[in-house]
């Protein structure tokens, strides 16, 4: 199966609706947990991170707890803006993947005024 | 100041052309990657580079050649291009190989073969 699980977009909203992205992962042991974001014609940027489980990475107004009970990682912010349209990844680096870094499929957000 | 910077940006070729694409960073990173973006955005890694040796070889062709002259840099060189090799390569470093550290990605160079 897979290592790592998006939801499938894309996912459309308009400014400053709540925004939830979720992402669930496969792992036995402790995983680190990443989001990335990807702008339009650029490369990928760390948006957050979480290293162990019930650890919370935030930035720019996104949130993401390490949830090792439901081995999830969802990404949320309580206010979009048209600046947030961009495809976010889930990912995960740990030990049992040989330490890479592996991708979910990405998911298209698009947020409209 | 690009901390992970990748030429050329755009690549367009014909098939059965050599084509490379050089990446180099400032970030003081000992571990470097390739990565593969296909039509649909998949990331999948191609190889990586600790301290100017190979450490991971994905599934990929042996027309696919990385060389790493330095812990700055990482180049791939791509032989007897093919249709299918079509797909936005990106570069990035780390600090270690351990699970902690996160990548820092270079811009993309998009490969289109014609």
């Known amino acids: 199966g897979n290592s790592v699980t998006q939801m499938e977009g894309p996912v459309t909203l308009s400014e400053e609706a709540f925004l939830t992205i979720n992402c669930t992962y496969t792992?036995?042991?402790?995983?680190?947990l990443f989001w990335y974001v990807q702008y339009p014609g650029e490369g990928l940027q760390l948006l957050l991170k979480?290293?162990?489980?019930?650890d919370k990475g935030s930035n720019k107004g996104f949130e993401a707890t390490y949830r090792k009970e439901t081995t999830s990682f969802h990404l949320e912010k309580g206010s979009v803006q048209v600046s947030d349209s961009a495809v976010y990844f889930c990912?995960?680096?740990?030990?049992?993947?040989?330490?890479?870094?592996?991708f979910g499929a990405g998911t298209i957000l698009r947020v409209k005024s | 100041d690009t901390a992970v910077s990748q030429t050329p940006k755009y690549l367009v070729t014909q098939m059965g052309n050599d084509k490379s694409i050089k990446c180099e960073q400032n970030?003081?990173?000992?571990?470097m990657y390739w990565y593969k973006q296909d039509s649909k955005k998949f990331l999948k890694i191609m190889f990586s580079?600790?301290?100017?040796?190979?450490?991971i070889n994905e599934t990929v062709p042996n027309r696919f050649s990385p060389k790493s002259p330095d812990k700055a840099h990482l180049n791939l060189h791509i032989n007897s291009l093919e249709l299918g090799d079509s797909a936005v390569y990106f570069c990035?470093?780390?600090?270690?190989?351990?699970?902690?550290?996160?990548?820092?990605f270079g811009n993309g160079t998009r490969l289109t073969v014609t």
């Open positions: 979480a290293t162990k489980a019930d």
């Open positions: 580079y600790n301290n100017k040796e190979l450490i």
């Open positions: 970030l003081g990173h000992d571990t």
């Open positions: 990035a470093s780390s600090q270690g190989t351990g699970g902690y550290s996160p990548l820092h």
């Open positions: 990912a995960l680096r740990g030990p049992e993947y040989g330490n890479k870094l592996v």
């Open positions: 792992a036995t042991g402790y995983p680190s």
